[in-house]
């Protein structure tokens, strides 16, 4: 079993960054891509980057490309997301999910492991 856990998420005002985290534990030996999903209030999950497994390739959501960073941290099997220049239509709670391919995926469905989610609020 792996667990996932989010964290960095918080209020921040228009424009502003932060930077969530997600740190993997348990059987994480055969973790490969990881990444990141949101889900606002009333709308459905949505894809927003990943990562493949040594960071090579990195794919994103149209509505936060040029705006986001995925990156990773091998040795502590820690997924990061810098997002810059935030909007209030990012607010959301945003989830990192892992998977047992090696390029990553958009489609929630093919990650095997998630985690529980960490709240972003954007005000206007």
């Known amino acids: 079993q792996v667990q996932l856990a989010e964290s960095g998420g918080r209020l921040v005002q228009a424009g502003g960054s932060l930077r969530l985290s997600c740190a993997a534990s348990g059987r994480t030996f055969n973790i490969y891509a990881m990444g990141w999903f949101r889900q606002a209030p009333g709308k459905e999950r949505e894809f927003v980057a990943t990562?493949?497994?040594?960071?090579?390739?990195?794919y994103y959501a149209n509505s936060v490309k040029g705006r986001f960073t995925v990156s990773r941290d091998d040795a502590k099997i820690t997924v990061y997301l810098q997002m810059n220049s935030l909007k209030p239509e990012d607010t959301a709670v945003y989830s990192c999910?892992?998977?047992?391919?090696?390029?990553?995926?958009?489609?929630?469905?093919?990650?095997?492991?998630w985690g529980q989610g960490t709240q972003v609020t954007v005000s206007s």
């Open positions: 999910a892992a998977t047992t391919s090696y390029t990553g995926s958009s489609y929630y469905n093919e990650y095997n492991y």
């Open positions: 990562i493949s497994w040594g960071g090579g390739r990195t």
